[in-house]
């Protein structure tokens, strides 16, 4: 099984940049489907990116398009979000995880998601 942990959360000002990483422990973890998620307290785990097997395809978010970046390196077993122009509105807990059912069509529900790291917290002030 493969076990996910995310770092690069924080603080930050509207306007600024974070990046996040996903690092995957355990079995192979080039083969499938990457996503981020995020979510605030009494809403649902919402979509914000992912991206296939090979890096080939991105999907996002229509929130988030033009200001977010996801990219994986199957070599280093890591997934990066890359945000720019954040906004106050962006603000939730962000997960990475892994659609052990998919390599290359991306799903934006949650429920295809198999695997789930932790998540880090992701404050923008404004």
């Known amino acids: 099984q493969v076990q996910l942990v995310e770092s690069g959360g924080g603080l930050v000002q509207a306007g600024g940049s974070l990046r996040l990483s996903c690092a995957a422990s355990?079995?192979?973890?080039?083969?499938?489907?990457m996503g981020w998620f995020r979510q605030v307290p009494g809403k649902e785990r919402e979509f914000v990116a992912a991206i296939s097997w090979n890096g080939g395809i991105t999907v996002y978010a229509d929130s988030v398009k033009g200001r977010f970046t996801i990219s994986r390196d199957n070599a280093k077993r890591t997934v990066a979000l890359q945000m720019n122009s954040l906004k106050p509105e962006d603000t939730a807990v962000y997960f990475c995880a892994e659609d052990q059912n998919r390599r290359t069509a991306v799903e934006k529900s949650s429920y295809e998601y198999d695997v789930w790291g932790q998540g880090t917290q992701v404050t923008v002030s404004s």
């Open positions: 355990g079995r192979t973890f080039s083969n499938y489907v």
